[in-house]
């Protein structure tokens, strides 16, 4: 699982031995939290995954809007 980015200051593989899902579908009216159950994801092992950093096809478009702004 990758750790939290910012405070980590960067992608951190943190160990975790399971992974919770609270599903949750109640009417558009209903304030109250629901109570679920939560889906619970384990797994055998523990594998680090890889990854690489990019810049996304935006960059050079955002980086050429904001050239001549200055930031406060």
């Known amino acids: 699982m990758w750790d939290y980015p ?3 200051n960067g ?3 943190v160990r975790s031995e399971e992974l ?3 599903p949750a579908v109640r009417a558009e009216s209903e304030t109250r ?3 679920v159950e939560p889906l619970i994801y384990t797994w055998d092992g523990w594998n680090e995954p ?3 950093e990019r810049k996304k096809k935006s960059y050079t478009i955002l980086r050429e809007a ?3 702004k200055e930031l406060r």
Do not use: Q
């Open 33 to 35: 939290p629901a109570e």
């Open 50 to 52: 890889t990854f690489h």
């Open 66 to 68: 904001f050239e001549d």
């Open 11 to 13: 992608i951190e593989a």
């Open 20 to 22: 919770r899902v609270y």
């Open 6 to 8: 910012y405070e980590t």
